[in-house]
């Protein structure tokens, strides 16, 4: 798994990294447009306002520098909330990306400020039947307007006006669609899921009952749980859409922040998903951390 690490000072630098990164294996970049396959997504780098970060939209097509079929929502590599005085970026940054494969993902990983790191992920789902083309992007930051500060616990987290949870495929309440920070592009006729008019995701709330029980109390280690996504089916049934290749939730409670963990012939380099607290591991709301909530991401590196 091409793995790729840096120095920036600019939300620009970070998109000239990431296009670089996906284009030498084998991603087309064009008028602002990552595109492989049938999936397409659009980054933009702000640098002032609500959406400052490197922001990514998933579509369907592109035409010149117009992507259709838009998921009306962006995903955000930034502030987890751009209306709190902490947690800002003080430039400049070390970048980690990882390129997967088969299927593939894009996760793109900064540490700034010594403690926090920013995050955007983008890529194809692999689960067979649906009509859509599966593509899907996630990123810590909240809303489009911004909170003041973070809920994430292990029943779930919160992404609205006031909140961010940080974390991948982890919201379990949305106040409305502008709010959501993440999307999976689940069947034809440009329907994306993650937008409030349409059927919402399911992540974490599935794998609560093992994320709780992390880690061990026996031997003090962690497991690395899938990151499955789900979307709500009529008659409280839920269907799968999305289950990431290349990244596992953890819980980091005795594990360092870039840390890189080997279970067989796979090695992970591990990533808290904002900013680790050891002293309140499942912080809730009102915070200004995400505790001991993190995840791995595939890691070919030195």
């Known amino acids: 798994m091409p793995y790729y690490t840096g120095s920036i000072s600019t939300y620009d630098e970070l998109l000239t990294a ?3 990164a996906c284009t030498a ?9 990552l595109s492989k396959g049938n999936a397409f997504f659009k980054l933009s780098a702000v640098s002032t306002g609500t959406y400052r970060g490197l922001n990514v939209e998933g579509g369907t097509g592109q035409s010149g520098a117009t992507l259709l079929g838009p998921a009306g929502s962006r995903s955000r590599c930034g502030p987890p909330t751009t209306g709190a005085t902490w947690g800002q970026p003080g ?3 070390v970048y980690h990306i990882h390129i997967g494969l088969l299927p593939d993902e894009v996760y793109v990983v900064i540490n700034l400020n010594v403690t926090d790191y920013y995050w955007l992920a983008f890529g194809t789902s692999n689960v067979p039947g649906l009509t859509g083309t599966g ?3 996630s990123g810590c930051g909240s809303g489009d307007t911004g909170g003041s500060n973070t809920y994430i616990s292990s029943n779930g987290g919160i992404s ?11 919201a379990s309440t949305r106040s409305s669609g502008i709010y ?11 329907v994306w899921s993650g937008q409030t008019s349409q059927p919402r995701l399911v992540g974490i709330s599935l794998q609560s009952p093992l994320i709780g029980r992390l880690p061990s109390v026996w031997n003090s280690e962690t497991v690395l749980l899938p990151i499955t996504v789900y979307q709500e089916q009529p008659e409280s049934k839920a269907r799968l859409i999305a289950d990431l290749g290349h990244a596992r939730y953890a819980r980091i409670n005795f594990i360092d922040p870039g840390q890189v963990l080997s279970f067989g012939p796979d090695r992970w380099k591990v990533y808290p998903f904002f900013r680790k607290n050891a002293s309140i591991p499942d912080p809730g709301s009102y915070a200004t951390h995400t ?8 890691y070919d590196g030195a």
């Open 25 to 33: 294996n084998g991603w087309t970049y064009s008028s602002g447009i």
């Open 91 to 93: 430039w400049p940054a």
């Open 135 to 137: 593509a899907w992007t």
């Open 18 to 20: 990431v296009a670089n």
């Open 291 to 298: 505790g001991t909530f993190g995840w791995a991401i595939r």
């Open 160 to 170: 609205d006006t006031s909140n961010s949870c940080c974390a991948p495929f982890w």
């Open 180 to 190: 959501a920070y993440e999307s999976v592009q689940t069947d034809s006729n440009n």
